[in-house]
């Protein structure tokens, strides 16, 4: 009954924006911090962005900061994902992750979270 279902892909020129959103559906929202993750083919699972269940915190990998904002909605049960000055090397599939009390730290550096999303590819061309 818990679902993640993210939006918001495609394929986007270099230079330029889209923004995710992951619905989250089936447990109390607020009680779980929030992460996006990506992984290009071949390549391990990287941690992008996460913000924390009291939405007191956010932490970003260093290749997207400043680029990438994440924010959150929690009468709406939604995380975004604000994606600008987009690269060639952010060309990847988009993962939504949830975990139960987690900060925006924590979803940096856990193997494993309660829940993930199906998935959303972003294609960045130059």
């Known amino acids: 009954q818990v679902q993640l279902v993210e939006s918001g892909g495609g394929l986007v020129q270099a230079g330029g924006s889209l923004r995710l959103s992951c619905a989250l559906s089936?447990?109390?929202?607020?009680?779980?911090?929030m992460g996006w993750f990506r992984q290009a083919p071949g390549k391990e699972r990287e941690f992008v962005a996460g913000?924390?269940?009291?939405?007191?915190?956010?932490y970003y990998t260093d290749s997207v900061k400043g680029r990438f904002t994440i924010s959150r909605d929690n009468p709406q049960n939604t995380v975004y994902l604000q994606m600008n000055s987009l690269k060639p090397e952010d060309t990847a599939v988009y993962y939504c992750?949830?975990?139960?009390?987690?900060?925006?730290?924590?979803?940096?550096?856990?193997?494993?979270?309660?829940?993930w999303g199906q998935g959303t590819q972003v294609t960045v061309s130059s």
């Open positions: 992750a949830a975990e139960y009390l987690s900060t925006a730290h924590e979803m940096s550096v856990r193997r494993s979270v309660n829940y």
């Open positions: 913000i924390g269940w009291n939405d007191k915190s956010t």
């Open positions: 089936g447990l109390t929202f607020s009680s779980y911090g």
